[in-house]
């Protein structure tokens, strides 16, 4: 897929460039970032560039497409939201990580958003679907402003830094997202 930007009145997402491995090694290395998240800590430099060059080799196969995400106020690099579509079943799951500076902005919903309105509109899913660790609340509260629905937890399904934790998995279906759409007075394509 050729190199897309998704935007709002809060953020702009893009695809990554070589520039992005300082603010991803910055960001990345926050202790905060890994109690939540797989990032390994400590986080180096070399994983930051392994990180941009995949994203980028990534979306030149059209594997994934995972975004650098923007704040618009600020026109910084706040964090990372990726979509990894699952062909056989016309589904994909989501993953992101924001920098500790931007938490509680509204950034990770605003940034999800536009990401459901891509799977959905160009994409042409049936299903997205997100999880996050038990402990980080903030991140389910990120998916359910984004209308996704609970679907459960899967019980010791995370090994996550020496321990088996619970997961909680959220999903939207293109059913939902179109209804939605309807109540909002349509859809704004990409």
Known sequence: MEPLILANEMVKMR??????????????????????TFVPHPYSREAAQEFVDRAREQWSA?????????????????GTMGIHPEGEHNSATVGYWIGKPFWGRGIATAALRLLIRFGFE????????????????ASGRVMQKANMRCEGRRRGSQFHRGKYKDAIWYAIIREDYCQSQKSLGGSEKI
């Open 15 to 36: 695809n990554f460039v070589l520039a992005d491995v300082a603010p991803v090694f910055e960001l990345a290395s926050a202790r905060e970032i890994a109690e939540n």
């Open 122 to 137: 160009q994409l042409e899913l049936n299903r997205i679907e997100a999880g996050h660790l038990d402990q980080n609340t």
């Open 62 to 78: 059209d594997e994934a497409y995972v975004f650098a995400i923007v704040d618009r106020a600020s026109d910084a690099f706040a």
